[in-house]
């Protein structure tokens, strides 16, 4: 959700970054480089008790200095205040409250944000004395974790979770039956006049609601009895003051709106040609488990468009290779050029999302695949795949039970989703393919 967004604030070398690596651990972290500045800004997803959240880490907080460096860290920490529903005040047990400390607290004071005081590098605060310095701060009781060695993290992020509003009963009933879709991409890609020019060529029934704590126009539509929400993310520069923060405004809304959506339409400049933003966003919209349409934007804009589209079509396949399933659509969105086989490109994906494999037809491609390439063995184990399901849709999800599933390499899982693939298609979404162990005499 939209207000699951938690910042990591403190003064330099208190583990902020550590925090952050342990919190969203293996999941995808999209970083900003920044020039001048002598770190990355880094902000990813993680899920605790089913509800999905954004941390972001920050840099260190310093005062009294004038220099670039310090100026863009510090721009970056408001933004990211500005931005957070909670924020994650670290400070160094070890070291004690500091001057730097208390002056990081009267920041966070005006701020008028759910502050939660945390002591890092420590297990329990044993002292009474450092209990009464941290209290002292005004926002209440201090949880003491380590952050290097994982102590203490299951406690904070149950704080977290109390701290976060609720998702209405309401919104979470009437949001099941949309297929929400997300527009995402850089600044300057063309994500409003896809939005306008799409409503306008299709004729659909609309109705605008203003975002509130989305920030955000979220659009109603029908598309062929089909009920939609098209969640737009290009009001980027009308929240930004700072033109510097336009990109970071732009990565964070892209998050916040593809934790929401079912769907992601990344949006790309045809003429400026493929990003590293870009390859990160499609990154974090697979990770997620969403479905993902690319659309190659602004393209009556290229000369020698045939020759161009081959280049561009390579270049496509190569740096998103991790999501060949994929399709892609070259557009114009000012003019309206192709853009009515954007919305039957989302719902052939919305379709592929929720499609089921029979269980006996799963084994069966299974057993043929098992014939063709046997798993190899694994130091001296021979690996046996017994039987498949699939019990979740959006994405589909498939459990394949082993005797030793820990020794599957990974080379194989590709195997088996490129055969699932192969005979099923799944276009458009990733697929969940997890190895389970399964007990067996004799084995």
């Known amino acids: 959700m939209s207000d699951s967004i938690i910042a990591i604030v403190g003064r330099p070398n208190v583990g902020k970054s550590t925090l952050f690596n342990r919190l969203t651990a293996a999941r995808t972290a999209i970083e900003e480089k920044m020039p001048g500045v002598t770190r990355d800004r880094l902000y990813g997803l993680f899920d605790w008790r089913g509800r999905d959240m954004v941390v972001i880490d920050t840099g260190g907080i310093t005062f009294g200095k004038e220099d670039q460096i310090t100026t863009q860290v510090q721009r970056q920490v408001s933004l990211a205040i500005e931005e957070a529903h909670i924020i994650i005040f670290l400070m160094d047990g070890k070291e004690g409250l500091t001057a730097l400390d208390e002056e990081i607290a009267d920041m966070l004071r005006r701020s008028e944000k759910i502050v939660l005081p945390v002591i890092n590098k420590l297990d329990t605060l044993s002292k009474e004395k450092d209990r009464y310095d941290f209290y002292r701060l005004g926002f209440g009781e201090p949880l003491a974790l380590s952050a290097s060695h994982g102590r203490g993290i299951g406690d ?87 033109k510097e923060s336009v990109e970071y405004y732009s990565v964070l809304r892209s998050l916040k709106a593809v934790q929401r959506a079912d769907i992601a339409l990344l949006l790309i400049d045809g003429k400026s040609g ?170």
Not at 282 to 293: M, N, Q, R
Request: proline share 7%; glycine share 4%.
């Open 156 to 242: 904070l992020l149950d704080l977290v979770y109390e701290k976060l509003p609720p998702v209405p009963d309401q919104e979470r009933s009437d949001l099941e039956e949309l297929l929400k879709i997300a527009v995402i991409g850089r600044p300057n890609v063309g994500k409003s006049s896809l939005i306008n020019s799409f409503l306008g060529k299709e004729r659909v029934v609309v109705s605008q609601q203003p975002g509130t704590t989305r920030d955000a126009v979220d659009t109603f539509l029908t598309y062929k009895d089909q009920p939609c929400l098209l969640i737009d993310t290009a009001g980027i520069r009308r929240k930004s003051k700072i």
């Open 274 to 443: 493929i990003t590293e933003q870009d390859q990160k966003l499609a990154g974090y919209v697979d990770e997620a488990g969403k479905g993902l349409v690319i659309v190659v934007n602004k393209w009556d804009l290229v000369l020698d468009r045939e020759n161009a589209r081959r280049i561009f079509t390579a270049d496509l396949e190569r740096k998103f290779n991790f999501a060949s399933y994929a399709p892609y659509l070259f557009v114009s969105a000012l003019s309206g050029w192709r853009l009515n086989k954007l919305f039957p490109l989302v719902m052939q994906t919305w379709q592929e999302q929720h499609k089921r494999v029979p269980t006996a037809l799963l084994n069966e491609l299974l057993e043929d695949a098992l014939a063709v390439n046997p798993p190899p063995p694994v130091k001296g184990k021979r690996i046996k795949i017994f039987y498949a399901t699939q019990p979740e849709v959006k994405p589909p999800k498939f459990i394949f039970f082993a005797n030793e599933p820990e020794l599957i390499h990974f080379s194989y899982r590709r195997y088996l989703e490129n055969r699932l693939r192969e005979a099923f298609s799944f276009k458009g979404t990733p697929l969940k393919i997890i190895f389970r162990k399964r007990e067996r005499r004799g084995d």
